[in-house]
């Protein structure tokens, strides 16, 4: 049955306006005043903002890591994303060395296939460069419409790149139209650096940040610019959270290399001292990059206002703290690094960045979800509300406040990292592809009714630093 919104007011990354939509067979059909709605399911929508629905360019679900595997899997991340108003993931597909990328990209298909309750893509690591790698990659794009590429510059040993990888990839990415990204932190110099803070007896959560400083952040955020530069390429850095790393990315831009940025909700409200609490709590803020002192949160803000960020992710990754993070009580190196983020994400984004004036509700909509349509080939099938896109679409009271807490959450972990905080907005039903998930703040959809996604090719967003800089 054809299905129409009304007196909802919908926002874009570039309009705020009242309409009625219509919704026929997963797509948005028509946008305009009074439409008529006879024999059609209508949905009041008074009060609400409507919101093309959160795309989240960054999580791990179900990934094994640090010994463990993370816990929310492609059926509890993905209702929880669509309660947080969240209906399109991009997860990081890992591969292992020596063995075919298809191996690992089926290794995705089977956990996310019968599971996921909204729709989802993924990206693919690239762990070493040779002859099959380079032979499979324009099948992978082909064949699977993966577009985007991660090279993890850190975690020594286990997911870690090196250099010619790195520069391989993005030779690649150029020639075949895909983005690359990057985990930028300086693992050589952070395996030293812990290696040393053990063996003096510093084994607490809080030498997880204090061994992985904002400086080496910025150093391998540099390194990667540099070499997509000269490979005249296409870079993504991933989870963005000091300074340093701002400067960096912001310096390639205005030299006018095409390099994006993404910073995460955890690095825009947290903080470094939370590592600091007792009895082991530190342990559920361990993740890399790590927090950082509070003084880099306005720099965050700044470059998100600017556009020199272009995207917020979540970087879920969770692990309960009974039973998972306590694998490194008595030695900080072997807590699992992550945590749980994709169903606030949207929620404290616009809270802490609309309601606090630091962002307005278009640059929320654009940096929530239309940019990472665009970047990541699914535009404008994703990321917008337009005729002829899918009908994925939030209903948003932007007045309602409640507190955010594990008590309330459904991801599947024991603990919420953001316990506590106050949020001034809520979504109250989300759609996709114009069937209800969450109807009334109530899960009503199916596990597997998710599609995968095939993207398409890597097409550049405008530089508006740049044009700035040009005035
Ligand atoms: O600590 C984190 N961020 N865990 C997930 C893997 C990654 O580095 O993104
Ligand atoms: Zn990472
Ligand atoms: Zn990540
Ligand atoms: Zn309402």
Same mark, same amino acid.
């Given at each position: ?5 009304k007196?909802g ?6 309009e ?11 797509k948005?059909?028509a ?9 059609m ?26 010994g ?15 309660f ?14 020596g $063995?075919p990328l298809?191996?690992a990209i ?5 956990k ?16 070493e460069?040779n ?8 099948q992978? &794009? $082909? ?12 975690y ?11 520069f391989?990839t ?6 075949h139209?895909?983005?690359?990204m ?5 693992g050589?110099? &952070? ?8 063996a ?6 809080i030498?997880h ?13 540099g390194?990667?610019?540099l070499?997509?530069?000269?490979a005249?390429?296409q870079l993504?850095v ?26 995460c ?16 709590e530190?342990a559920?803020?361990?993740w ?10 306005q ?7 600017s556009?020199?960020l272009?995207t ?6 969770s692990?309960?703290f009974?039973g998972q993070?306590d694998?490194?009580?008595?030695d900080?190196?072997? &807590? ?5 983020f994709?169903e606030d994400?949207?929620?404290v ?9 630091r ?7 654009? &940096?929530?979800?239309?940019?990472s ?5 699914l535009?404008?099938?994703?990321g ?6 899918d ?9 309602? $406040?409640r507190?955010i807490?594990v008590?309330?959450?459904?991801m599947a ?10 949020v001034?907005?809520?979504p ?7 069937e ?11 596990p597997?009714?998710?599609?995968y ?5 890597h097409?550049?967003l405008?530089?508006?630093?740049k ?5």
């Amino acid at each position: 049955m054809k299905k129409m919104i009304k007196n909802g007011t919908i926002i874009t990354a570039t309009e705020t306006f009242n309409a009625d939509v219509l919704i026929d067979n997963g797509k948005v059909t028509a946008i305009g005043l009074d439409l008529p709605s006879a024999g059609m399911e209508v949905i009041d929508a008074k009060g609400c903002y409507l919101f093309p629905g959160g795309i989240d360019p960054h999580t791990h679900l179900e990934m094994p890591f640090g010994g463990t595997v993370s816990k929310d899997d492609f059926e509890s991340g993905t209702i929880a994303a669509a309660f947080g108003g969240t209906t399109t993931i991009i997860d990081f597909c890992l591969t292992n060395k020596g $063995e075919p990328l298809k191996k690992a990209i089926q290794t995705w298909h089977a956990k996310s296939k019968d599971k996921a309750v909204i729709d989802y893509g993924f990206h693919l690591m690239i762990g070493e460069i040779n002859e099959r790698v380079l032979a499979e990659i324009p099948q992978v &794009i $082909e064949e699977e419409g993966i577009t985007s590429f991660k090279v993890f510059m850190a975690y020594k040993n286990v997911l870690q790149a090196d250099d010619e990888t790195l520069f391989r990839t993005l030779v690649m990415a150029k020639k075949h139209g895909a983005l690359v990204m990057v985990h930028a932190e300086n693992g050589d110099v &952070i395996d030293y650096l812990t290696k040393e803070a053990l063996a003096a007896g510093n084994t607490d959560p809080i030498y997880h940040a204090l061994t992985r400083p904002p400086e080496i952040e910025g150093e391998a955020t540099g390194r990667a610019c540099l070499l997509a530069g000269l490979a005249e390429s296409q870079l993504y850095v991933v989870h963005v959270t000091c300074a340093e790393a701002v400067d960096k990315i912001a310096e390639a831009r205005n030299k006018g290399f095409t390099v994006y940025g993404e910073t995460c909700p955890q690095y825009l409200v947290l903080d470094q001292s939370a590592l600091e609490k007792p009895d082991f709590e530190g342990a559920k803020y361990v993740w890399s990059p790590p927090l950082r002192e509070k003084k880099h949160q306005q720099a965050l803000w700044n470059a998100l206002k600017s556009g020199q960020l272009q995207t917020v992710g979540s970087d879920q990754c969770s692990f309960d703290f009974n039973g998972q993070k306590d694998l490194g009580k008595g030695d900080f190196t072997k &807590i699992p690094n992550g945590g749980p983020f994709i169903e606030d994400r949207f929620s404290v984004l616009f809270s802490e960045g609309v309601k606090k004036g630091r962002i307005n509700v278009n640059e929320f909509v654009d &940096i929530v979800s239309t940019r990472s349509a665009k970047l990541f080939g699914l535009f404008p099938q994703k990321g917008t509300i337009a005729v002829g896109s899918d009908a994925d679409i939030v209903i948003f009271d932007p007045e309602i $406040e409640r507190t955010i807490s594990v008590n309330s959450h459904h991801m599947a972990v024991d603990y919420n990292a953001f316990e506590g905080l106050k949020v001034t907005g809520e979504p109250v039903s989300v759609l996709s592809r114009g069937e209800f998930v969450i109807r009334d703040k109530q899960f009503v959809g199916k596990p597997g009714m998710g599609n995968y996604l095939r993207r398409g090719k890597h097409v550049q967003l405008s530089n508006r630093a740049k044009v700035e800089a040009l005035q």
